[in-house]
């Protein structure tokens, strides 16, 4: 078969493509689940069950999309998508469903775990594990200093709040999110050039949008698909820029398979081609950007031929796209992006993420209709200074801001904990619903910094990776069985939305994590700043937004004042209020300030492949394997298999389902194949939710493989990110 049989099979119309597709009929599935929700409530009304309904916030992704849950005699019955949520719009997704599952699952954490000198844990008490930790951290501060403790949690409602607030009490400025192992450079590298972390496409009235590497038909925010799916059923032009044929390819009119790592040289071609061309929006470019000259003339160099070398894509289709984007121009975009091809992927992902904004930049795009929208998001104002007294400012720079001077300050890099613990700079590490050994770096290099740590304490609902290494487990109750602070929801509209108490506690045991480190907090001797209730901060939040608890827990979510949002140029928060083709800032840190090509790390040798990894729809990264419905899902559709393309097979002698080795310069393992012609020859792809080593996770142990385990432990220049995908490997057929 020719390349360009191939490329007119991996490329069919958008209409032959959806018509008949298992996909189609399982989104269709997914939209009709609330109609059978809602036969089911029926049913259980008309058996005469004692029916109760209250709203909540999933816990299956960072998406908390809206949902109410329903019990019958205090047991949850169903869960349904809110339907004015922004995100949900009246569906849940398959994690949705899956997580509300939690509460009942046989393998939760039930009461506070001590691990004992042999590794093996035991259950302890709440006052003994406070004790025991408060008297740990008061000897690391008075020896080292509160800047040798530090806090990583995955961003909830309260979670966020209350963590920051624990740490700081205690003096420490090192708080980090998961960020550094999911969009830091991104999020860091949008920054440099808008002054926001982030933008949407206004995808109603796009008539073309340019994904690379992200794929909503894997993510799921529910909303998300269903724009995309009504964008492309209004013949929108919708572009796959992805090693991989991901799930989104049923939306999309065209497939381009690049050379993982690349992108950021596909980008720059179409830049080249608009500014060679002529084919840039001179007003906007003129009248609302600082460094275009300098930009211009180094782009000058970055020709379709020049990047068809480095990524693969043949010239003539960046011409081709290049032209067709400054025709559809402005009411088009380079979609933002999350995880994906420059999250935190490669060593360019921050540059990737400015050439992103510059293409965008050079159609005219940003603020207009169909284009690049920068809106705004609300948040709660000032509340009583008594009631709720502000936390002092703890001295001293958070660790690896100094470093890694181009890090995002909302989220910090957590890989500088890991790397603090080895230098002994950190001695003290707590974890909020975070697994960082198992999926934010190399698992053999957080396991051998947390061994050198003096406290390590984890606050989760099952047994992670990270818990295994912690000194301390404290077990948090289930989204569905606790209350927590006001999510305030940005975009054209303002929102705010809450998790409410929707179930009893199902094991007594278990507390929210307001009251846990609220209870941490007095033991530490830090407890004036945790005098209230989590119910009195919410209704003073609320009350700051003109929105009440009472008024919320009713209707799930309220829609709040206009933002006023409208159409037009924004006024770029940068320090130059304009796009930045060049950033002092970037320049200061020892980079080149205009924005320009840089390459990936790692390139194969002859007999290995690029290595890449990926979400799916029905998992979320390691939360969620060990829930008996999502793991059965995997199991039965052999998800957690390694994806090899058809030519690659036929060359190694590997047949579809047969077992292969897997071997990087850490890790070898083993797992079967799936032969599939979706994916381009010379990569290999492995979804990133396997590989689960904990014994208490019984479902999910064993099964697949931990994509992290074959990354070396590095750090992206500048910010500080995992650099994931920053890895070759050989394959072998064992099997």
């Not at 996909?23 to 997914?30: G, I």
Request: net charge negative; hydrophobic share 40%; charged share 20%.
């Amino acid at each position: 078969m020719t390349q360009e049989e191939k490329r007119a099979l991996f490329a069919p119309t958008r209409r032959g493509f959806l018509k008949g597709s298992a996909a189609t009929l399982a989104l269709a599935a997914t939209a009709g689940a609330y109609s059978f929700g809602t036969w089911q409530v029926e049913q259980a009304a008309a058996a005469g069950g004692n029916l109760a309904k209250g709203p909540s916030l999933c816990n299956g992704c960072s998406s908390k999309c809206g949902l109410f849950a329903t019990t019958m005699d205090g047991r949850l019955w169903i869960v349904n998508g809110m339907e004015d949520h922004p995100y949900a719009k009246g569906t849940l997704c398959g994690r949705g469903q899956g997580t509300a599952q939690w509460a009942y699952d046989d393998e939760r954490v039930t009461q506070p775990m001590k691990r004992m000198e042999d590794g093996s844990f035991e259950p302890i008490s709440w006052d003994q594990a406070y004790k025991e930790i408060a008297e740990k951290v008061k000897g690391i501060i008075e020896t080292a200093g509160p800047e040798a403790l530090a806090m990583i949690q995955d961003p909830r409602p309260s979670g966020k709040y209350y963590t920051k607030r624990f740490i700081n009490a205690l003096g420490s400025n090192n708080f980090y999110t998961h960020g550094a192992a999911c969009n830091l450079s991104k999020e860091s590298g949008i920054e440099q050039a808008i002054g926001a972390s982030n933008y949407s496409v206004d995808w109603p009235n796009t008539k073309m949008v340019v994904f690379i590497g992200r794929s909503y038909g894997d993510g799921i925010r529910p909303s998300s698909v269903q724009s995309i799916a009504a964008a492309a059923e209004r013949d929108t032009r919708i572009v796959i820029v992805d090693p991989r044929l991901n799930n989104t390819g049923i939306f999309a009119s065209d497939w381009i398979p690049i050379k993982p790592g690349n992108d950021i040289a596909f980008l720059l071609g179409i830049a080249n081609v608009l500014v060679t061309k002529d084919l840039y929006d001179h007003a906007f470019v003129e009248q609302h950007s600082v460094g275009f000259p300098e930009f211009a003339a180094q782009v000058a160099e970055y020709t379709p031929e020049w990047a068809e070398g480095i990524c693969d894509v043949p010239a003539e289709k960046i011409v081709e796209i290049a032209e067709a984007l400054a025709k559809a121009a402005p009411a088009c975009a380079i979609e933002p992006s999350w995880r994906a091809a420059f999250g935190c992927a490669h060593q360019n992902s921050f540059e990737t993420a400015r050439c992103v904004c510059a293409v965008n930049a050079l159609l005219g795009c940003w603020g207009q209709k169909g284009g690049a929208l920068i809106t705004s998001s609300p948040k709660a104002g000032e509340v009583d200074p008594i009631k709720f007294p502000s936390v002092p400012k703890p001295a001293g720079t958070r660790l690896g801001d100094t470093e890694f001077p181009l890090v995002s300050s909302s989220m910090g890099t957590n890989l500088a904990v890991l790397d603090g613990c080895l230098n002994g700079k950190i001695e003290g590490v707590f974890f909020y619903n975070s697994n960082a050994v198992q999926g934010y770096s190399q698992p053999a290099k957080w396991r051998e910094a947390l061994d050198k740590a003096k406290l390590v304490v984890s606050v989760d609902i099952q047994m992670s990776e990270t818990c295994m290494q912690s000194d301390y487990v404290l077990p948090e109750c289930t989204v569905l069985e606790r209350m927590e602070l006001p999510e305030f929801i940005g975009g054209k509209k303002h929102y705010v939305a809450m998790r409410t108490k929707v179930l009893e506690p199902v094991h007594p045991e278990p507390k929210p994590c307001d009251q846990i480190f609220s209870e941490l907090a007095r033991a530490c001797g830090v407890g004036q700043y945790f005098d209230f209730t989590v119910e009195e901060l919410a209704a003073a939040q609320l009350a700051t937004v003109g929105a009440s608890i009472e008024e919320v827990t009713e209707k799930g979510i309220v829609e709040l004042s206009n933002p006023g949002f409208s159409y037009g140029v924004p006024k770029f928060k940068t320090p130059t209020e304009k796009f930045q083709f060049i950033s002092e800032k970037v320049g200061a840190a020892g980079f080149n300030p205009v924005i320009g090509y840089a390459p990936r790390l790692v390139e194969p040798a002859a007999d290995e492949f690029y290595f890449v990894g990926g979400k799916q729809g029905i998992q979320s990264h390691t939360m969620t394997l060990n829930l008996e419905s999502l793991n059965a899902i995997s199991r039965e559709y052999d998800l957690e298999r390694v994806w090899l393309s058809t030519a690659d097979a036929q060359k190694l002698g590997i047949a579809d389902g047969d077992t292969v080795e897997l071997s990087s310069s850490e890790f070898t393992g083993r797992t079967r194949a799936k032969v599939t012609e979706r994916l381009k020859p010379g990569v290999v792809f492995l979804p990133t939710h396997y590989g689960n080593t904990s014994p208490y996770l019984t479902r999910a142990r064993d099964l697949g493989l931990n994509f992290m385990d074959f990354v070396p432990f590095h750090m992206e220049p500048g910010v500080g990110a995992a650099m994931t995908q920053e890895v070759a490997v050989k394959v072998r057929k064992v099997g």
